[in-house]
């Protein structure tokens, strides 16, 4: 199966002040730091080779995760040198390590779809990049993809009624796809929408919908979820992870801040997924 680069270099500003001293990926999440989670899904749906993108205290993600052993995985890691780079600049620094084609989701994104479908798709279509898309109907998030007749209309985090679709998480390129990148920071949504415009980005739906912890809101729906499906069965228990927060610290037990005009960033109200997302 394809390698899977997963970007965990975001400030998570949302998640603040838990994500002052700790990355998002290290969050306890029903017990054990997040990527334990994220890590033993993709390998229970056949990833076998991980890069993650960090920056933002990655060496506390670099010396949970190791080399990836624990989870059965290879991981290695490519590191955004302090400088900011963007979501797609992240991803052409890691291309070095992920070879002529690749899977591509965000460090706190739980996608319980089957990736064996995805590549497949992908490989298919013939098209350098390919967005999942799950009918959203604005439900857990604002749509951003009008999807017709599979293919993809439009993708865009402007409001659009006919928009019904999500870019669910998981995307898959080829490293050809980030040739033309600018040098100065560049988002994915950007990568995206050139595609699309020269009709190179492909599409597939996915079934179930997508779980992430980039809001208190999220962090919530995905304890839910563990607690009311348990784990894959495929999936086998990782390491117990070092980043443990206190009981008043922990997402679940935190109440959320106060929301006001400058907002908090712990409520979306508009889609970021893909577009925009840290």
Known sequence: MLPLAILAGGLAKRLRPLTETLPKALLPISGEPFVSHQLRLVRARGVDRVV????????MIREFVGDGRAF????????DGGQPLGTAGAV???LPLLGESFFLMY?????????????????????PGLLTVFRNEGRWDASNVEFREGRIVTYSKLPNPNMRHIDYGLEVFERSAFADLAESPCDLTAVCQSLLARDQLAAFEVGERFYEIGSFEGISALEERLARCGADPQVRAGPPGPAVLSEDQSPGAREEPARGPAADEGVRPTNTRGCGHE
């Open 72 to 79: 059965g995985l290879e991981v290695e890691y490519s590191w």
């Open 92 to 94: 052409r620094a890691a």
């Open 107 to 127: 460090g706190d994104s739980y996608l319980p779809c089957d990736y064996g479908n995805v590549e497949r798709a992908f490989r298919k279509a013939g098209k």
């Open 52 to 59: 993650l993108c960090v920056g933002y205290l990655g060496e």
